[in-house]
């Protein structure tokens, strides 16, 4: 099993930044993509932004672009998300998605979720 753990989320201000991570563990033999997902209410839920890591090659969805900046720390198999100059419309719930390979034989590939955690921003 692969378990994600997001945090950092919170309340602030409009124009204010939060940094989110989220740390993978478990039975990991490699991480091909972390990324992550929101959803505001009553909305779909969108990617936000992701990373390869193998490449170090990033997306970004066009409404955060050159607000949000997605990294990672290898060794720590976690992926943060710095967020700056938040809007109100930033405001939902973000979620970790991670693609990658466990060690177990069995099997071998998985995609794991985490629970989320609320940001929300206020004008």
């Known amino acids: 099993q692969v378990q994600l753990v997001e945090s950092g989320g919170g309340l602030v201000q409009a124009g204010g930044s939060l940094r989110l991570s989220c740390a993978a563990s478990?039975?990991?033999?490699?991480?091909?993509?972390m990324g992550w997902y929101r959803q505001a209410p009553g909305k779909q839920r969108e990617m936000v932004a992701e990373?390869?890591?193998?490449?170090?090659?990033?997306s970004y969805t066009d409404s955060v672009k050159g607000r949000f900046t997605i990294s990672k720390d290898n060794a720590k198999n976690t992926v943060y998300l710095q967020m700056n100059s938040l809007k109100p419309e930033d405001t939902a719930v973000y979620s970790c998605k991670t693609i990658g390979r466990t060690k177990n034989v069995d099997l071998p590939d998985f995609i794991s979720w985490g629970q989320g955690t609320q940001v929300t921003v206020s004008s």
């Open positions: 990373l390869t890591f193998g490449w170090g090659k990033t």
């Open positions: 478990g039975s990991i033999f490699s991480i091909d993509t």
